[in-house]
């Protein structure tokens, strides 16, 4: 922004007249996915990233990741060098014919999330798909113990 028109004192509504920001927003419909979450309304509608939620036993760490509307052969899950990642994509089947819609909050694209796991964790990952939720259960390893040495003469 430039600094006069940060200068410039803010222009309000007179009594009855609808405030410009509202007018702006309902004039142009297409415009108000980038006015709820910021840029281009094409680029944040193909952009998300699903809700995940992480907890500890003490037999291991369980995440469970929020994917409603995703089918379990669009998931990828991979774990390498205690890194675990979960891609996929949730595709649209919505038909539109002669329907305007003017914005909508559900979102479809591709989606990438990506964690650290601890060093106690496991590569033998499994997985389960129920009802729109993924839960990927990470068993911890066995804790090393010292162990003693015998010297060969």
């Known amino acids: 922004m430039s600094k006069a028109a940060s200068d410039a004192p803010a222009r309000r509504a007179a009594a009855g007249e609808v405030d410009p920001f509202l ?38 760490y369980a995440i469970t990741v929020e994917l409603a509307g995703t089918k379990p052969e669009d998931i990828q899950i991979e774990c390498h060098e205690h890194q675990l990642t979960i891609k996929g994509e949730k595709r649209s089947e919505r038909e539109e014919k002669d329907e305007h819609r003017h914005y909508t909050e559900r979102t479809f694209g591709s989606f990438s999330r990506s964690i650290r796991l601890p060093p106690d964790a496991s590569d033998d990952v499994k997985a389960k798909f129920n009802e729109g939720v993924l839960t990927v259960d990470v068993p911890k390893v066995e804790e090393k113990k010292p162990r003693s040495v015998a010297i060969e003469s």
């Open 23 to 60: 007018r702006d927003f309902f004039d142009n419909p297409v415009r108000w996915p980038s006015l709820f979450r910021g840029g281009d309304p094409e680029r944040s509608l193909a952009r998300w990233a699903p809700a995940m939620d992480l907890s500890e036993t003490k037999d291991g």
